[in-house]
């Protein structure tokens, strides 16, 4: 039974940090930030906003192939961010896509209104 809520723990964290990777991601194209938080809806968003098939999101839940196609998101959503450096992609393919959330929260730091949104959630 213990293992069961130990996945449950994992799963939530993974929705956070890629709600923190992209949230930004979704109101640079005028999308509502609970899209971000809906499971399956959201990858289906990010297909369309990375100009890619939507089929492409059942790629994600292979196991096998979520490595392969993983990376090729990351370096996708880096693009939008304006990214597109050799530092930037070799930092963003060493931290294994956790330089997306860094981007994501330095291109607002200054926006004070988005910061609190954050912030509320994190103490939920």
Do not use: Q
Not at 51 to 76: A, E, G, H, Q, V
Not at 79 to 105: A, H, P, Q, R
């Amino acid at each position: 039974m213990l293992l069961n809520y130990n996945i449950l723990l994992f799963l939530i964290i993974i929705k956070i940090l890629y709600f923190l990777g992209t949230y930004n991601l979704y109101l640079k194209n005028g999308i509502n930030l609970f899209v971000a938080v809906i499971p399956i809806y959201n990858l289906i968003i990010l297909m369309k906003i990375l100009n890619r098939p939507i089929w492409w999101s059942i790629l994600l839940y292979i196991p096998i192939i979520f490595f392969f196609i993983y990376p090729i998101f990351c370096l996708d959503i880096i693009n939008i961010f304006e990214k597109c450096s050799k530092k930037d992609k070799m930092l963003l393919l060493i931290t294994l896509g956790g330089y997306i959330i860094y981007l994501n929260i330095n291109i607002i730091k200054n926006d004070h209104h988005l910061s609190f949104f954050l912030l509320s959630l994190l103490l939920l």
